[in-house]
């Protein structure tokens, strides 16, 4: 199979199902900043962290995938089937989140973003899912979208706003903080 088709040469592209839609619909900026989220969190994986967080990001890659085809796919009007999201996704990330927290020193600054460089990919990857999330807030309001999927984007940017902090504090880097001239 060839990896190009020319078939989006004119700048449209077909959703899961066949809709044809032009590339700069809503709906392909929500799962084009999916896919662009889920490579920064690739990117966090190549780096040279703990196996046990490679393998919660393995899965977050995974779950990122799922997103991708409920986004890519018009609920409306498409009858194909494609993998959903369950509460135990949020809930895995959730107890993710409370583990590192509670290996951490109290939050008392706001945090700029820095600490190393795999912290620093991920607050690069967490300003990609906050953009995610935003556009599919967006989608909703004018489509039919999973409330799970905003919602696994909300956790997420919260995991990868405390992986960042794990990170940087088992690198023994001092976080970045952010004292405001006042």
């Known amino acids: 199979m ?9 700048g449209y592209t077909s959703l899961i199902g066949g809709v044809r839609v032009p590339k700069y619909h809503l709906r392909i900026e929500c799962y084009g900043t999916v896919d662009e989220l889920n ?3 690739g990117l966090i994986r190549e780096q040279d962290i703990d196996a046990g967080v490679k393998s919660d990001l393995k899965e977050i890659q995974d779950r990122l995938f799922t997103i991708g085809s409920l986004l890519a796919s018009d609920p409306e009007k498409s009858k194909m089937k494609v993998p959903d999201l369950h509460e135990a996704d949020i809930e895995r990330l959730e107890k993710a989140i409370d583990a590192m927290t509670s290996a951490l020193p109290e939050l008392r600054h706001f945090v700029l973003p820095g600490g190393g460089a795999p912290a620093s990919f991920c607050h690069v990857a967490r300003c990609v899912c906050r953009r995610a999330e935003r556009l599919t807030v967006h989608l909703s ?9 905003i919602v696994y984007l909300n956790r997420l940017s919260d995991y990868l706003f405390v992986l960042a902090r794990k990170l940087c504090f088992d690198s023994g880097n001092a976080e970045n903080e952010w004292h405001p001239r006042i």
């Open 39 to 41: 490579s920064y969190v």
């Open 2 to 10: 060839k990896i190009y088709t020319k078939i989006g040469d004119k």
């Open 141 to 149: 309001e004018e489509s039919l979208v999973d409330q799970m999927v």
